[in-house]
């Protein structure tokens, strides 16, 4: 069996290269399903260490094999996100993005790197290895539909089918070294809302010969809150969101029509489905009762993201033995949402957090920022914890 000392003396002097590669990344970031250049960066990579992969899953999606001893035996699967966001960067280093107005504002370039790292010790290891490790190179997590669902259809975990599949994401907040997991619900559903308020428009000094819009909008967002506050079981974690309004009036004009656009998360399937045609019921109803119309579409996007209770429970075992049980934490749920949620509903799964941050308080922009960054030495705690999961797994 391999120890974690052997793991550690073979990690050790990868950290300086993961940094490398990780900086690489980060200074040529590409939004989702244009991840060309990062797509042959990794196919680079995975030659120069010998590994076999398949790839163009999903446009750019890539998916290495690591075959050790007995290589039928059991298979784990480890992913890691390509994407970038349509940031602008506001930090100053040497390693500041290239291309204007797009940013790995959300650590892709961290989590590509770090399995680079633990694809790189696996390799190394791999006479020693019991079973196949995945290497999951996975396109567009930010964007609808997401590369997840697209490589599962295109049958990327097909042959062989993994066992389990790992995924991570960093965590600013948390201190470098330390790790994070939730068994069960840990991530929320993610659909997005689009609502066209249709009324009369016309001169703003005499509303009483227009159907004003902008009034039927408003009460629209705040009767919708109702979703949350009285239809909703209050145990249970909802959010109801309209982030952008637009109305193309004056000050002196009512225009035709309002256009709102929001987002409905969920931690539950079944009041997810019955959510959607209450405010679609709601919004229809207000808009008609005073005297108006809408139309709305509800596009159903990442499913809730449900972390497999026995197999995180080992995990986080496994993850004491390698960085120490200080160092292990239980997280709460989060309203955010992940694409990794397709898998987690295909295959027994296993997503955590890795901290980015340092211990002066350093890195501690949110993620999505245009000044977010991370501790690089959390690389270290990224790839080894990862390559450690898969070993300890395949055990």
């Known amino acids: 069996m391999i120890t974690t000392e052997r793991l550690k003396s073979t990690a050790d002097p990868l950290l300086k290269e993961i940094i490398a590669i990780r900086r690489h990344l980060h200074q040529h970031p590409e939004l989702s399903f244009e991840e060309h250049q990062t797509a042959a960066f990794i196919e680079e990579q995975l030659k120069k260490e010998g ?44 390693y500041k993005s290239k291309s204007a107005g797009k940013m790995h ?44 669902r697209q490589m599962i259809d295109e049958g990327a975990l ?21 790790v994070g997991f939730r068994a069960g619900m840990y991530m929320a559903s993610s659909d997005e809302i689009y609502i066209t308020v249709k009324g009369k428009g016309g001169h703003a000094a005499m509303p009483h010969q227009v159907i004003d819009p ?23 974690p909802t959010v109801l969101s309209f982030g952008s309004v637009e109305a193309k009036g004056a000050v002196n004009v009512i225009p035709d029509c309002v256009k709102l ?42 499913p809730v993201l449900t972390n497999d209770p026995e197999l995180t429970k080992k995990a986080m075992d496994y993850s004491a033995r390698l960085l120490g049980d200080e160092n292990v934490t239980e997280m709460d749920v989060r309203l955010t949402s992940e694409d990794f949620a397709f898998y ?14 340092d211990n002066k308080g350093h890195y501690s922009s949110q993620l999505h920022t245009a000044t977010f960054d991370i501790d690089e030495n959390a690389l270290y705690t990224g790839m080894t914890n990862l390559a450690w999961l898969a070993l300890s797994f395949l055990e």
Not at 351 to 356: C, D, E, L, Q
Request: some cysteine; glycine content about 10%; aromatic content about 6%.
């Open 105 to 148: 504002a959300c650590g892709h370039d961290a989590h590509m790197a770090a399995l680079l790292g633990a694809a790189k010790i696996l390799n190394a290891l791999k006479a020693e290895m019991g079973g196949t490790v995945l290497l999951i190179f996975q396109p567009a997590e930010e964007k609808l539909p997401g590369g997840a």
């Open 344 to 357: 987690s509903s295909e295959f027994p799964a296993v997503f955590y957090r890795f901290g980015t941050s």
């Open 261 to 302: 656009e929001g987002t409905f998360r969920t931690l539950d399937e079944t009041w997810r489905a019955e959510a959607h045609k209450k405010i679609t019921t709601l919004a229809k109803s207000i808009a008609e009762g005073m005297g108006g119309s809408c139309d709305i579409t509800i596009k159903k996007g990442y």
């Open 158 to 178: 097909k042959d062989p089918r993994p066992d389990i599949i790992i995924g991570q994401h960093v965590m600013p907040g948390m201190p470098s070294g330390k």
């Open 214 to 236: 902008v009034v039927i909008a408003s009460s629209i967002i705040v009767a919708l809150q109702q979703v949350v506050s009285r239809f909703s079981n209050p145990l249970q």
């Open 51 to 94: 590994i076999s992969y398949r790839k163009g899953f999903a446009g750019t999606g890539i998916v290495g094999v690591i075959k050790g001893k007995n290589p039928a035996s059991k298979v784990v699967a480890l992913r890691a996100d390509m994407d970038a966001l349509p940031i602008n960067e506001q930090n100053d280093v040497e």
